[in-house]
């Protein structure tokens, strides 16, 4: 009797541990009934420090200068990226040195059929490439991200075989993209490939200055428009955000990456599908007051 008594209780507790671990990978629903998901479910779940809370389900902190990396949760995992795509599509532009100045047309094939994602850019719309190119990193402007890819040389076939030999020259090997904007999930990636992205980002004078940017007054014809930075921590005096963007689809969550300088060390945070309309910018604010918290007892090591 005492034998079976044990057996029963040490099911139950086994049965809660094996609970415990499913809901710790944090996956959204829509993002676990993706293909996406299905293909990579087996990636190796590595925990963030006990006492820093990360509820995005895949994460990754890296020092920019050392590489090291400093905080990992689900970082192999491959997952729709969203609108992270146009840091890649920002650097497939810049590479062609192509005219900035010159002007492009809003068309049809440029409107979203796809997510419906709304557009203040008309069909018609002409708009510098430049302007395009600031919309689609501050603003995360769909249509001007489609228009950049269809208005490469070859077309928007020719510009995601660049955005994909581009991301292989660069070592992401879990990385792949279908489309110019992040509309599509079969834009994948994974954490650690994100941060290597995100650095090679960053060496773009534009790219920096374009998704750090607070707002932007577009002039089209005889409108004005006001932008704003889909990123509010850019707004935030307590950071010092070297580049930044976000990302939405359904199929994505919602998701983040940085680089910024916290407790004296640039960083690369990447945060991808997290849900809950501010969840993302609240881990990141976690991530920093952790780093914070633990300069005094690093500065007492170096010193």
Known sequence: MARRYVTTILWIFLSMILLDVQGATGFSKSSKSSAVHKRHSSAKVMRAPRDLVIRSASALVKDQQTGELLVQKQAKAVLPIASITKLMTAMVVLDT???????????????????????????????????????ALMASENRAAHALGRTYPGGPEAFVTAMNTKARSLGLSRTRFEDASGLS??????AQDLALMVDAAYHY?????????????????RRTLEFRNTNR????????????????????????????????????????DAQGRLTRFADAKRIKEWFEGQLPARQKQEG
């Open 97 to 135: 040195q192509t005219d900035l100045k010159e002007a492009i047309t809003i068309e049809p094939t440029d409107v979203d059929t796809l997510c419906h994602s709304p557009s203040r850019l008309p069909v018609g719309t002409r708009i510098s490439r430049e302007d395009a190119l600031l919309l």
């Open 185 to 190: 999930s079969g834009n994948t990636s994974s």
């Open 205 to 221: 004078n534009l790219v920096r200055e374009f998704t750090t940017r607070e707002e932007a007054t577009i002039h089209l014809g």
């Open 233 to 272: 921590l850019i707004q935030n005096p307590r950071w010092q955000i070297g580049l930044s963007k976000t990302g939405f689809t359904n199929e994505a969550g919602r998701c983040l990456v940085m680089q910024a300088s916290v407790a004296q060390r640039p960083l690369l945070i990447v945060l991808l």
